[in-house]
């Protein structure tokens, strides 16, 4: 069994995070693909973690792969 699960998700520029479980769902609900970012979340946060928990793991994950494009 793998250690995480991918999410895909999408930050706006107010912040805030949609998750999407493949990018055919996001896809089907309106969102270009190639604005997703794939994000592995560890498996214990997936099973046990609220949608709030995950979704702030998220956000803070995208903002550290922000930070590191950034700095290249």
Known sequence: MADTTA???LRFP???VSLYIDELYAK???IDPSR???VE??????????VQDIRE??????EQ???HAGNA
């Not at 979340?41 to 609220?50: A, D, H, K, Q, Y």
């Not at 793991?57 to 995208?62: G, K, M, P, T």
């Open 41 to 50: 979340i560890p498996r214990e946060l997936f099973v046990s973690g609220t």
């Open 7 to 9: 999410l895909y998700a």
């Open 57 to 62: 793991y998220v956000a803070l994950q995208l």
């Open 14 to 16: 107010d912040g805030s």
């Open 36 to 38: 997703l970012v794939r």
């Open 28 to 30: 089907d609900r309106g």
């Open 65 to 67: 792969h922000q930070q």
